[in-house]
């Protein structure tokens, strides 16, 4: 994967790994780089309109996608099916079953308001601080994937050099996210992305570095069909997604291991005293 050429390839790496990659430096002359549809706009809104419009992307307040997955823990590849489900930074979960295997059998992660847990059936077990916070920064990345909450008041874009492959780049400072960069190609398309995060087994610093391929498209929002991760260099889930729902309204989903209960919802903090 090629690995970004600002913030995170150099001070998000530096400070996690002890040192920094190399990069794709900017042209000589970034002015003699033809502004195509870039042309006096910035890059958000360029990227904002090729991925469907504000008019579709401002209303998403729901996305869910399904999919098959290979996961890679401690440099073993595991082939699974995923359920991805995103309200934008308020709520993150991410349910998994074996290839092949009944979704009953499933395990979920649930992430929302800098809490996290563990599920398993109906057993809610809170995650560790580490583990917390590295769920609520996926929660964060998905939700900048969107694009269109980086509008909001409070968030800064700031537009990088042009990449000598012609890429345009933002680093993003939102306030309910790590410090994050997104990248796009000559046509406004989301292609590669990352933040410095956390280790979620102990805390550390760490890099997320993503990129993105293909597209699948609900109610006008587009959505890249293949999601490749690493962390820290090392590959860690790539998803190809079946199917995609982005909606202007939040739905009921019970858990997928849980549909035979009468509860999937963490406990509250009244019935955890």
Same mark, same amino acid.
């Given at each position: 994967?090629?690995?970004?050429? #600002? ?21 000589? %002359? ?14 958000? %809104? ?19 996608? #399904? ?10 590849? #595991? ?163 079946? #199917? ?25 903090? %009244?019935?955890?005293?």
């Amino acid at each position: 994967m090629a690995v970004s050429r #600002t913030l995170i390839a150099c001070a998000a790496l530096a400070a996690a790994l002890g040192g920094c990659a190399t990069t794709d430096a900017p042209p000589a %002359d970034a002015a003699a780089v033809d502004a195509g549809i870039y042309a006096g706009k910035s890059v958000l %809104d360029v990227a904002i309109e090729a991925a469907g419009g504000e008019a579709a992307l401002g209303k998403v307040k729901e996305i869910y996608f #399904t999919g098959a997955a290979k996961v890679t823990v401690d440099g073993t590849t #595991t082939e699974q099916n995923v359920a991805v489900l995103v309200r934008p930074f308020s709520f993150y979960r991410l349910t998994s079953w074996a290839k092949g295997a009944e979704p009953k059998t499933a395990k979920t992660v649930q992430a929302e308001l800098g809490k996290a847990w563990d599920v398993n059936r109906v057993t809610w077990q809170p995650m560790a601080a580490p583990a917390a916070k590295f769920e609520n920064e996926q929660l964060a990345f998905y939700s900048m994937m969107l694009l269109a909450p980086l509008k909001a008041a409070g968030v800064s874009v700031d537009e990088q050099p042009v990449g000598a492959d012609g890429t345009r780049a933002i680093q993003v400072a939102h306030p309910g996210a790590p410090a994050s960069e997104l990248e796009f190609d000559a046509s406004g398309k989301l292609v590669r992305g990352g933040h410095a995060g956390t280790d979620p087994k102990t805390g550390a610093a760490s890099v997320t570095m993503a990129s993105f391929s293909g597209e699948i498209t609900s109610n006008g929002v587009k959505w890249p069909k293949i999601i490749k991760i690493e962390r820290n260099g090392a590959p860690a889930l790539e998803i190809e997604i079946a #199917t995609f729902e982005a909606l202007p309204n939040k739905t009921v989903r019970p858990l997928e291991q849980a549909m035979q209960y009468d509860s999937s919802a963490p406990p509250s903090d %009244d019935d955890a005293g």
